[in-house]
């Protein structure tokens, strides 16, 4: 009772041996194929994990490059500190107040010389923010400092060279005067 139907065909004579034998290997090849067709198929999980990975890539790489420029900002305030810790001019004994204005607030800062008054006001010098102080740098530095952090600069006066004075009145009686830059508040 245990026969299966390929051999009560067998038993009754309406299929031969050779039928059998090639129904078998049809059978045989359709699962394999299924088997295999299943193993090809795309695997939920594996996208699902593929894409978790995407985006941990993608928050690692963001990651990365906030750090980059939080070394290339650190690097350039180390840089602007040496450029003005090897440029300063030296303010001791300074007998010589400077006013100019910072944030809209008058700060004075005292100069030791006439020199280096008359060089501000010229455009030689300027006056650069370094923490809670002043510092008195030459124009290259300065210009160099405004390249990295404009902020900084609190005082550089154009050098005539540079200015362009554009008179609008003609009929100006105070035109021939010439207002001094070293004008002390």
């Known amino acids: ?21 090639q129904a ?10 299924q088997d295999k067709g299943h193993i090809q198929a795309p695997d939920e999980n594996k996208i699902h994990a593929q894409q978790a990975l995407a985006e941990k890539k993608e928050i690692a790489r963001i990651a990365n490059q906030k750090r ?3 070394v290339r900002r650190n690097e350039e305030i180390a840089q602007i500190r040496q450029l003005i810790a090897t440029n300063c001019l030296s303010l001791k004994d300074g ?8 944030n809209n607030k008058i ?35 300065a210009e160099k400092i405004k390249a990295w ?28 005067y010439k207002i001094p830059d070293d004008l002390i508040w």
């Open 1 to 21: 009772m245990a026969n299966s139907l390929r051999d009560q065909f067998l038993k009754i004579g309406l299929v031969d041996k050779k039928q059998i034998s």
């Open 68 to 70: 980059q420029e939080e």
């Open 149 to 176: 952090q404009p902020d900084l600069i609190v005082l550089h006066n154009a050098s005539p060279q540079d200015a362009q004075f554009v008179l609008d009145d003609i009929d100006d009686p105070y035109a021939a």
């Open 95 to 102: 007998a010589i107040a400077y006013h100019f204005a910072d």
């Open 107 to 141: 700060a004075r800062i005292f100069l030791p010389t006439k020199e280096i008054v008359d060089e501000l006001s010229q455009g030689q010098l300027a006056i650069i923010r370094e923490k809670d102080t002043y510092a008195v740098v030459p124009s290259p530095v």
């Open 24 to 33: 078998k290997k049809t059978t045989y090849k359709k699962t394999k194929e």
